[in-house]
């Protein structure tokens, strides 16, 4: 991917899942990577396979002064940040009405007003800078409706609507955009399926399977190049087809 | 190697028996992460492991602040990735009788000395419980298990960590293991300290031990010996006990 090389790449909630994998895919594009998560453990452990991180960040989002502190270190370790792969979120799965209003609040915290958080952190950085990339992770789950998540959903179409405005505001000096992934199979998520829920879910997908964790972060990569600098303002699904028909993909 | 592979946290260990039990742990195999309000000292700590070949570093915390224990914990498993052992050390001493104890020193010996094991231990125990196994020690001393002149807050501090550790190995076994060390008079700055805070040299206290059966004061690592007793599987069926260390003191005189 054209641009990638030595750009210097912020990812948050970069020690498992999609946002490792994204880590692994921009270092192999030989960009310069710091990730940023709350869980300890598992950044020691993205440590131990990814050796060529420019640097690990504990932070919680949803607290703004960590934030700033692990932002003031990215730039610190790295000079700068060009990329920000806005990606720390979390779900609870539970009916609409045994929503708690800590659960709620909890959720709230994190997806939306963590990214919003970071975002803007990093906008301000950028914009002084005359440049930069912000990539958030919606899902799909942010354009349709789906039972049990109706916080987590209200948080991703937050999440869709929040990258369109920034995108307004912050070109043309810096982009904004963002992915909507489908059922993507994390070793979290796999570790909750049985192998007939698996079956079960992948028979609704048109492609028949989820996604891999590096099937996202190639379009990550792809939307941070220098290949997609016409593009600014969009929201990109990476479903299987899951969301292309409608009730008729079901 | 009794703690080969093994993570442990040690505060207070920049010096006296922190510091003498950090270097075991090292030795045994651990990797050691050294808490400590004095930096200076407690790098030079990690820096002695790490030229001998092992694994150590050091976090300036001040332990009765849950802010710095937080970051202590974080800081070890950022590095280590797991913590299987925690010492819970730092401690300090005010001789004094409840006439003359200022309050201040009333609430800064309860912060140092039993506090902080609560701030640490929360921190920690969720990472042992995830990984199924720990052992916590906490140091208390021979004056938590009997009362001694002009040291009012210390025994009722030191006499707060043996009860303590009993009630946190009731709730957190059978994964966790906590036991306490009670050390008798110790050949450490702190026993200097205290001398001074009498108005005493030294001379006397090491005098005064000659009393007891082993006629002396103890070294920093033999008190350390007992922590790793405590600290490895030998001690697998041992919780909530207080191991008395102290050249016979609380046995009596003869």
Same mark, same amino acid.
């Given at each position: 991917?054209?641009?990638?090389?030595?750009?210097?790449?912020?990812?948050?909630?970069?020690?498992?899942?999609?946002?490792?994998?994204?880590?692994?895919?921009?270092?192999?594009?030989?960009?310069?990577?710091?990730?940023?998560?709350? +869980? $300890?453990?598992? @950044?020691?452990?993205?440590?131990?396979?990814?050796?060529?991180?420019?640097?690990?960040?504990?932070?919680?989002?949803? +607290? @703004?002064?960590?934030?700033?502190?692990?932002?003031?270190?990215?730039?610190?370790?790295?000079?700068?940040?060009?990329?920000?792969?806005?990606?720390?979120?979390?779900?609870?799965?539970?009916?609409?009405?045994?929503?708690? $209003?800590?659960?709620?609040?909890?959720?709230?915290?994190?997806?939306?007003?963590?990214?919003?958080?970071?975002?803007?952190?990093?906008?301000?950085?950028?914009?002084?800078?005359?440049?930069?990339?912000?990539?958030?992770?919606?899902?799909?789950?942010?354009?349709?409706?789906? $039972?049990?998540?109706? +916080?987590?959903?209200?948080?991703?179409?937050?999440?869709?609507?929040?990258?369109?405005?920034?995108?307004?505001?912050?070109?043309?000096?810096?982009?904004?955009?963002?992915?909507?992934?489908?059922?993507?199979?994390?070793?979290?998520?796999?570790?909750?399926?049985?192998?007939?829920?698996?079956?079960?879910?992948?028979?609704?997908? $048109?492609?028949?399977?989820?996604?891999?964790?590096?099937?996202?972060?190639?379009?990550?990569?792809?939307?941070?190049?220098?290949?997609?600098?016409?593009?600014?303002?969009?929201?990109?699904?990476?479903?299987?087809?899951?969301?292309?028909?409608?009730?008729?993909?079901? | &190697?009794?703690?080969? %592979?093994?993570?442990?946290?040690?505060?207070?260990?920049?010096?006296?028996?922190?510091?003498?039990?950090?270097?075991?742990?090292?030795?045994?195999?651990?990797?050691?992460?050294?808490?400590?309000?004095?930096?200076?000292? !407690?790098?030079?700590?990690?820096?002695?492991?790490?030229?001998?070949?092992?694994?150590?570093?050091?976090?300036?915390?001040?332990?009765?602040?849950?802010?710095?224990?937080?970051?202590?914990?974080?800081?070890?498993?950022?590095?280590?990735?797991?913590?299987?052992?925690?010492?819970? *050390?730092? !401690?300090?001493?005010?001789?004094?009788?409840? &006439?003359?104890?200022?309050?201040?020193?009333?609430?800064?010996? &309860? =912060?140092?000395?039993?506090?902080?094991?609560?701030?640490?231990?929360?921190?920690?125990?969720?990472?042992?419980?995830?990984?199924?196994?720990?052992?916590?020690?906490?140091?208390?001393?021979?004056? %938590?298990?009997?009362?001694?002149?002009?040291?009012?807050?210390?025994?009722?501090?030191?006499?707060?960590?043996?009860?303590?550790?009993?009630?946190?190995?009731?709730?957190?076994?059978?994964?966790?293991?906590? *036991?306490?060390?009670?050390?008798?008079?110790?050949?450490?700055?702190?026993?200097?300290?205290?001398?001074?805070?009498?108005?005493?040299?030294?001379?006397?206290?090491? =005098?005064?031990?000659?009393?007891?059966?082993?006629?002396?004061? %103890?070294?920093?690592?033999?008190?350390?010996?007992?922590?790793? /007793?405590?600290?490895?599987?030998?001690?697998? /069926?041992?919780?909530?006990?207080?191991?008395?260390?102290?050249?016979?003191?609380?046995?009596?005189? %003869?």
């Amino acid at each position: 991917m054209r641009g990638l090389e030595a750009k210097r790449v912020l990812i948050t909630g970069g020690a498992s899942g999609i946002g490792a994998a994204t880590a692994a895919r921009f270092l192999d594009e030989g960009s310069v990577v710091c990730v940023l998560d709350c +869980d $300890p453990v598992a @950044l020691h452990r993205i440590k131990q396979e990814l050796p060529d991180l420019a640097g690990i960040l504990p932070a919680d989002v949803s +607290d @703004l002064k960590q934030v700033q502190a692990a932002f003031a270190e990215a730039i610190r370790l790295m000079g700068g940040v060009d990329v920000l792969i806005n990606n720390a979120g979390i779900s609870i799965r539970h009916s609409f009405l045994d929503i708690t $209003p800590e659960e709620w609040d909890k959720v709230i915290a994190v997806n939306l007003t963590g990214v919003f958080y970071v975002a803007q952190t990093a906008a301000r950085h950028m914009m002084e800078r005359g440049s930069g990339v912000i990539l958030q992770t919606a899902s799909t789950n942010g354009i349709m409706g789906y $039972p049990f998540y109706a +916080d987590y959903n209200a948080t991703k179409a937050g999440v869709i609507e929040l990258t369109k405005s920034m995108a307004l505001e912050l070109a043309p000096k810096v982009r904004v955009c963002a992915v909507a992934p489908g059922y993507v199979l994390t070793p979290m998520q796999r570790a909750e399926y049985t192998d007939a829920m698996l079956e079960e879910v992948n028979r609704k997908i $048109p492609l028949r399977r989820h996604a891999q964790p590096e099937e996202i972060a190639a379009l990550f990569a792809f939307l941070a190049s220098d290949e997609a600098q016409y593009i600014t303002g969009q929201v990109y699904t990476c479903d299987g087809g899951e969301i292309a028909g409608g009730l008729a993909s079901r | &190697m009794q703690l080969d %592979g093994k993570v442990a946290i040690v505060t207070g260990g920049a010096s006296g028996i922190g510091r003498a039990t950090a270097l075991l742990f090292a030795r045994e195999g651990a990797a050691v992460v050294i808490g400590d309000v004095n930096p200076t000292a !407690g790098q030079e700590v990690a820096d002695e492991i790490v030229r001998g070949g092992g694994r150590a570093l050091f976090e300036s915390a001040d332990v009765t602040s849950a802010a710095d224990c937080r970051r202590l914990v974080v800081r070890t498993i950022l590095e280590f990735g797991r913590i299987d052992v925690l010492f819970n *050390n730092a !401690g300090i001493i005010r001789r004094a009788t409840v &006439m003359d104890l200022r309050e201040e020193d009333w609430d800064r010996v &309860m =912060a140092v000395n039993v506090k902080s094991i609560y701030l640490l231990s929360r921190e920690v125990i969720p990472h042992m419980e995830k990984q199924g196994a720990g052992s916590i020690i906490n140091t208390s001393s021979g004056w %938590g298990l009997a009362g001694g002149a002009k040291a009012v807050v210390y025994c009722a501090s030191k006499g707060a960590v043996v009860l303590l550790t009993k009630a946190m190995a009731i709730d957190h076994g059978p994964r966790i293991r906590v *036991n306490c060390i009670c050390p008798g008079d110790t050949d450490t700055r702190m026993l200097r300290a205290e001398a001074a805070q009498l108005g005493e040299d030294a001379g006397s206290f090491l =005098a005064d031990a000659a009393k007891r059966p082993l006629g002396r004061v %103890g070294s920093a690592d033999e008190i350390a010996q007992a922590v790793l /007793f405590l600290a490895s599987d030998a001690s697998s /069926f041992v919780t909530g006990t207080s191991l008395v260390v102290d050249g016979g003191g609380l046995a009596g005189t %003869g």
